[in-house]
């Protein structure tokens, strides 16, 4: 194994084909508020921050969807006036379905698991299972990968020649929190670059919230809408502001994570709220 599970840390690994490789169940058990971070190590500086928001399931009950709440950034090369970075921030949601009606295997998930696998604890003490893989003889795919306990997918690697400009991908965990359990060194890529983002024109409290919830404006004149949206992208509530402060009836709202919209002359932004 030629990489490194989490920046800095050391991986002991070892294979043991008759060691049962995780179900899925294991690796995707995942909790509210749980966080894990991501970097691209074949790219100008980028990152990806994922926050579960949402745990529901299916009418029937044989299905978990996971709801989560992606903090993104990208940076590009810019060159006058002289060398810099450029850096772009922006916010999505994602869910994963985990069906457990068919076969609980990893290979299940990942057919890959049926051509290799292997065993391996990594430095935080959370169980890892990967694969290493290659198709063809003459300009070779290579596919890597890693699962970990309550972690999903930590590493992901391929190169495919086929591609019309072939170049490696390789996604990273660096970080995660998982309650008071944590590994690795959280990316807080956008602290720091105040001079590249504009100061939140919301400030929101308290957050996590009960009952009421206060809205203050930093710019007025800028903000036109607030939307709350569920984790699934439901529109729960929308308000024109038209002063600097807001008060917002909580009540009736169920307990979760919802995204606070707020839409202003200069585009939108996004802030995560706790409802309990």
């Known amino acids: 194994m030629d990489h490194k599970l989490f920046t800095l840390f050391i991986l002991l690994s070892f294979t043991a084909q008759s060691q ?9 058990d995942f909790r509210l508020g749980d966080e894990f971070h991501y970097t691209n190590a074949y790219a100008p500086p980028n990152g990806k921050r994922k926050t579960v928001i949402a745990i529901d399931s299916s009418a029937n009950g044989d299905t978990i969807i996971y709801s989560f709440l992606n903090d993104k950034y990208t940076s590009t090369p810019e ?7 450029k850096y772009q921030f922006y916010v999505d949601t994602t869910h994963i379905w985990l ?11 990942d ?8 065993f391996s604890v990594a430095s935080c003490g959370r169980t890892l299972n990967s694969y290493e893989v290659t198709f063809g003889t ?3 795919n290579d596919y890597k990968a890693e699962y970990g306990r309550g972690l999903g997918r930590t590493y992901y690697y391929s190169y495919i020649t086929s591609n019309l400009q072939p170049r490696p991908y390789e996604e990273e965990m660096i970080f995660y929190k998982k309650g008071n359990d944590s590994c690795g060194t959280p990316d807080r890529t956008n602290i720091g ?16 919230v009960q009952e009421v919830l206060n809205l203050e404006l930093a710019a007025p004149g800028q903000v036109k809408t607030v939307k709350i949206y569920s984790a699934t992208g439901k529109l729960l509530h929308e308000n024109a502001l038209f002063s600097s402060q807001v008060i917002l009836d909580m009540s009736s709202i169920p307990t979760g994570m919802f995204i606070i919209q707020v839409e202003s002359s200069t585009g939108e932004s996004h802030q995560l709220l706790q409802k309990l």
């Open 20 to 28: 049962s490789l995780l179900t899925k169940v294991e690796v995707f």
């Open 79 to 85: 060159f006058n006036p002289g060398y810099y970075l």
């Open 99 to 109: 069906i457990l009606s068919d076969s609980l295997s990893l290979r299940e998930h």
């Open 111 to 118: 057919a890959n698991f049926l051509i290799d696998s292997s």
């Open 138 to 140: 003459f300009e070779p």
């Open 193 to 208: 670059l105040g001079e590249l983002k504009e100061p939140p024109l919301l400030k929101i409290y308290p957050n996590p």
